[in-house]
């Protein structure tokens, strides 16, 4: 399973990707706005030099005309652009039409495994079911990976990847992976949560003072 990086934050970005672990990026309205003040075309493209993967830029209008109005905008900006669109009968009609013209889309919000099928056979590259606010609503987030990994492994024909998102801890990331997942989108403070362990501390400080203590 590979890793994308969930932010607009561009030190988090150049951060992360010195880990060498990293494969891609999302962003989303809400992590551009977060970044207060940035414009979204500069903050796409900055982070296009900063790793060498998909990088998932989220349409705002609701209508299938708007949305690949803006998606073929935004995938002019870099060949690495991914178009985000929610998971709605509009955003379908958009995938199909920017699949038709090789753009690759990310149908995003997806909450159920009957819309995962639908992107995929609308052409979506890849669906992001969010799995930590599946969770939120008292139902098992991972379960929908798990459906949505046995639905696409039925055809053949569907090349889609499923992106787990909405990653809250380190358990999403392990889960998401035994589950299916191609790709597991984590924030930043998940990432970085995923590689403490307090043994491994504990043995370092041992290590170091057995290493100080020697004859
Ligand atoms: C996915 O691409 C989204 O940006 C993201 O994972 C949303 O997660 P949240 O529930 O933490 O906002």
Redesign the pocket.
Known sequence: MQLYL?TANLNEIREAASWGILSGV?T?P??IAREQGVDFKATISEIATLVDGPI?AETIALDAEGMLREGLEYAAWHPNVIIKVPSTTEGLKAVYQLAKKGIRTNV?LCFNAAQALMAARAGAFVV?P?V??VDDTGVDGIQLIREIATIYKQDAAISTKILS???RHPRHIVDSALAGADIA?C?FKVLQQAMRHPLTDRGIEQFIADWKARA
Request: overall charge neutral; cysteine-free; charged content about 10%.
């Open positions: 969930d999302t989303n809400t992590l998932s995003t992001s969010f930590g606010r998102a909405s990653i989108t924030p």
